[in-house]
């Protein structure tokens, strides 16, 4: 992995894994406390209308996704909060409408073929400086956001009532993390895909979530514990010759499994040693 290190497709995959990391630990915790998991899905997916557009009319690729993907997601937190019992089916629609209006955009632009792949799952050996930079700016705006916000994002996650009582405007709050979690998704895509983007923005703060007593613990462990998950899958696929995406969500859910199982073991194992103090 070291030796790969002097090649720039690798320092910049190494980058692109750190920034996505970041990103992914702080948005994550803000969707697993607030229960925006399927919403984030939605996101994701409808993204890819936005990818179609951007190659059909010739537009730049991220500018094209994240405006796209901003409306459909300030549409879908429009829809989640006027008719909240409707708003699974309205998000499974429009994820679904999303999707396949990228893939006959991508049908009928002319002269040109889209590597679907690379979209789908991710592919972040082809990062370029350019994006590098895009996914910096990203991540200092989420940190500059949220630190600012800390107190009245605190006060939604777990009381949306108190945080209303508080004089926060919570709908403004609302559209805002919407609008960077939306932000957020079309970057990750570019480390592991549309259809994993997911599983690395949940996975680990479910993880750190049962270790963690505060909102900013929550958010520094699973920032690290995703840049574990994306090192380890880069270090994996670039021994093995794997899909570098695919292989860092793998890595993740063995994280997760393993968290399941340390969750069942380990009371067994207290009690057990509680009886033998006893004894």
Same mark, same amino acid.
């Given at each position: ?16 894994? =750190?920034?996505?990391? %970041? $990103?992914?630990?702080?948005? @994550?915790?803000? +969707? ?5 998991? #399927?919403? /984030? ?59 396949? =209006?990228?893939?006959? %955009? $991508?049908?009928?632009?002319? @002269?040109?073929? +889209? ?5 789908? #799952?991710? /592919? ?64 990750? $895509? ?6 994993? +983007? ?82």
């Amino acid at each position: 992995m070291f030796e790969a290190l002097q090649f720039e497709f690798m320092q910049n995959a190494l980058m692109a894994g =750190l920034l996505a990391s %970041l $990103i992914c630990g702080i948005m @994550g915790t803000l +969707v697993i406390v607030n229960r925006l998991v #399927f919403l /984030s899905g939605g996101v994701a997916h409808a993204a890819y209308g936005g990818i179609g557009l951007a190659f059909f009319f010739g537009w730049p690729y991220l500018f094209g996704t994240i405006g796209f993907s901003l409306i459909m997601a300030l549409f879908m937190a429009t829809v989640t909060l006027k008719a909240k019992h409707r708003s699974d089916t309205i998000i499974g629609v429009l994820w679904a409408v999303g999707m396949a =209006l990228g893939i006959i %955009l $991508i049908d009928l632009t002319p @002269g040109y073929h +889209v590597d679907l792949m690379s979209y789908l #799952f991710g /592919s972040i050996l082809t990062v370029p400086d350019s994006d590098i930079w895009l996914m910096l700016g990203v991540a200092v705006t989420i940190i500059c956001v949220v630190t600012y916000f800390y107190n009245d994002y605190l006060a939604l996650s777990y009381d949306e009532e108190f945080a209303q009582i508080r004089g926060i405007h919570v709908k403004g709050l609302y559209f805002v993390l919407i609008a960077l979690l939306a932000v957020a998704v079309v970057m990750i $895509i570019r480390v592991v895909g549309l259809i994993l +983007v997911i599983a690395l923005l949940t996975i680990p703060p479910y993880i750190v979530e049962k270790y963690s007593k505060s909102l900013f613990k929550m958010m520094i462990f699973s920032c690290l514990l995703s840049a574990a998950f994306t090192m380890t899958g880069l270090w994996i696929s670039f021994t093995l010759n794997l899909t570098s995406g695919a292989t860092i969500i793998l890595v993740a859910g063995a994280g997760f499994l393993l968290s399941l199982a340390l969750e069942r073991v380990m009371p067994k194992i207290s009690k057990r040693a509680n009886r033998m103090v006893e004894e």
